[in-house]
């Protein structure tokens, strides 16, 4: 059963894949199929607060096998360019009465639609599968795995600043990826690019230079990360400037759906500098399908009390502050309605400050918001 449930993404993933193949309107209703899913799922399946019995590593092939599927995803966007006479893969398969037979005819809307749903895919699967293997040891193989996945959106500043900078300052104003409140979702986004940038360069260099090496050696982490996305675009852009646009699209969507799920898990909460990070500095969701989609990511507190934990073994805490919707819906809302957004979080958090931030907090809160 656990390897059912938590198969959904990579079968999301086939099913993309297919739709790809399928024609632009079998991808715009990929994508309103899975929005809908996700939203009325969370709505009508309820929540999940069983623990995963598998003590071993048998979910681990679940989250390896997203990174082959999204480089067919990226195949699938590098063949976005076959019209176009001028691309190296027309030239190549032009001859080839497959290419003819496969080739779609698309306008605006059909890329928009694939944008759509590759962001999707690329940012809420796979960076959440890259998050959650970033926290392995270093040079293994999921760790290596992950370093792939955050190629694919041209972000290896996420992986480095969460591992030793959000982890660590959680809930305060000095972690770029915490929202602060009534802090509007846009601006945030902009924050927490840059913050997490800035951080993470300033950590590969420090952690460098430590070894007597220029910050420019091919050990920074960040370079090596930039090297393999070079490595990616290379390829795409042999399809020509249609297919690298819909990439880039498709990955700047990608970035905005991260940065709009660090917004939501821990919006206003605030904690004390240096003090014990607990189950109330994070917002959490045990949504059922919210939960097996995005591989127990919704189990933020637990996340945060022990990292490294895999998710199967993430504790449903029960009495941590929650969300009042799934994920996706959350996301959504936030983006689409910002203001009622913060209006609807903001009445959670007067509850947040009467039954869960201590003293020290709420004095805290009010120096920060005079």
Request: glycine letters at 6%; hydrophobic letters at 45%.
């Amino acid at each position: 059963m656990n390897m059912l449930k938590y198969s959904l993404s990579p079968l999301f993933l086939i099913g993309l894949l297919a739709c790809d193949w399928m024609g632009p309107n079998a991808v715009w209703m990929f994508f309103v199929a899975f929005s809908t899913f996700l939203i009325l799922g969370d709505s009508f399946f309820g929540n999940d607060t069983t623990l995963t019995q598998n003590s071993n590593n048998q979910l681990n092939p679940i989250l390896y096998s997203i990174l082959p599927l999204l480089l067919l995803k990226l195949f699938h966007i590098s063949l976005l360019g076959m019209g176009d006479t001028q691309s190296y893969i027309f030239q190549i398969l032009a001859s080839d009465s497959i290419f003819f037979s496969w080739q779609h005819s698309y306008n605006s809307v059909d890329f928009l639609g694939i944008i759509l749903s590759s962001g999707l895919m690329i940012g809420g699967i796979g960076t959440v599968v890259g998050h959650e293997l970033v926290h392995r040891k270093k040079n293994s193989f999921g760790f290596k795995v992950s370093n792939w996945l955050l190629a694919l959106t041209w972000d290896p500043a996420f992986g480095i600043e969460h591992v030793h900078g959000h982890h660590k300052y959680i809930a305060t104003y000095e972690d770029p990826e915490s929202a602060r409140r009534n802090e509007g979702v846009y601006s945030f986004i902009i924050r927490s690019t840059i913050g997490t940038l800035k951080n993470a360069w300033a950590w590969e260099k420090s952690r460098l230079s430590q070894k007597g090496l220029s910050p420019f050696s091919v050990q920074n982490q960040m370079i090596q990360i930039y090297c393999r996305s070079a490595i990616l675009t290379g390829l795409i852009s042999l399809g020509g400037p249609i297919s690298l646009f819909v990439y880039f699209c498709s990955i700047v969507w990608a970035k905005l759906l991260l940065e709009t799920v660090n917004y939501i898990e821990h919006y206003g909460l605030v904690r004390v500098p240096g003090t014990a990070i607990e189950p109330r500095h994070s917002w959490n969701s045990n949504h059922r399908i919210s939960s097996y989609v995005l591989f127990n990511l919704t189990r933020h507190s637990a996340h945060h009390e022990k990292g490294t934990l895999p998710f199967w073994t993430l504790n449903p805490n029960e009495k941590a502050p929650m969300l009042p919707f799934g994920y996706l819906t959350m996301v959504y809302f936030s983006l689409l309605f910002p203001w009622k957004y913060r209006n609807i979080m903001n009445e959670k958090l007067k509850d947040w400050d009467s039954n869960y931030a201590s003293t020290e907090e709420l004095n805290l809160l009010q120096q920060l918001i005079k």
